[in-house]
């Protein structure tokens, strides 16, 4: 069944095309739902083609050489993934997992590529999303240099606080402790103790499946290894 225009109307690349494209592409795409866990690119992959995601939240993930476990992204609402193969036409370099419930669809590569370069508004956002991966990943290894465990969950946490429409800082959506501590390389329990410590300072507050921070700037501190719990 055809995705509605609406729906695609939601989706970055899409927002800006005329109603007689997105028709175009409609009937192309179809799409899928995937569970917690499921593997929606494999690395190595070669004609995936361009993803989005329609609704719930994906995570990029690859393995060292001893079998770790490391998580690199996250992929949000709206947002498109497998844009490397597409672009340059080799496999997929990492794996994309589902980290809740989701809904994707696919378009394939060719069209992807049109859709992409086709347009300037198309270029502009390929462009903004590969320099928003770079600094996340330019951010991500100085992250993995921190000396301790507990300032890398730390810092990871300021890495993903937002602002919400009230102005107060929150961590939407908050990954689990077991995403945390495959994207620090450390511990489930080290997450745990971490955001218990947090806690009990009032720098965190769990809301939902968010986390409110009362005190951005302690967290950072945290991070900067200027607070840590007493040994």
């Given at each position: 069944m055809p995705i509605l225009i609406p729906i695609?109307?939601?989706l970055r690349l899409f927002d800006s095309l005329p109603a007689d494209k997105l028709a175009e592409v409609s009937v192309t795409m179809n799409e899928r739902r995937v569970e917690r866990r499921e593997v929606v690119i494999k690395r190595g992959e070669t004609d995936?083609?361009?993803g989005f995601l329609i609704e719930g939240r994906l995570q990029t993930v690859n393995f060292t050489l001893d079998g770790r476990e490391v998580g690199i992204d996250f992929v949000e609402d709206g947002d498109f993934f497998g844009e490397l193969s597409v672009i340059d036409g080799q496999p997929a370099p990492e794996y994309i997992i589902a980290v809740a419930p989701s809904r994707i669809?696919?378009?394939?590569?060719?069209?992807?590529r049109e859709l992409m370069f086709s347009t300037p508004r198309g270029a502009a956002a390929v462009a903004e999303r590969l320099a928003a991966r770079m600094r996340r990943s330019a951010g991500h290894r100085a992250l993995l240099a921190l000396p301790s465990s507990f300032q890398r969950v730390c810092a990871q946490l300021a890495l993903l606080?937002?602002?919400?429409?009230?102005?107060?800082?929150?961590?939407a959506m908050a990954p689990t402790h077991q995403e945390i501590a495959i994207m620090?390389?450390?511990?489930?329990?080290?997450?745990t103790r971490t955001l218990q410590f947090l806690q009990g300072l009032k720098v965190l507050a769990r809301d939902g499946n968010s986390?409110?921070?009362h005190q951005p700037e302690t967290l950072q501190e945290a991070?900067?290894?200027?607070?840590?719990p007493t040994k």
């Open positions: 695609l109307q939601g995936a083609g361009l669809a696919f378009l394939e590569r060719e069209r992807a606080t937002q602002k919400d429409r009230s102005g107060q800082t929150v961590i620090v390389n450390t511990s489930r329990e080290t997450v986390l409110l921070v991070a900067d290894g200027k607070v840590a």
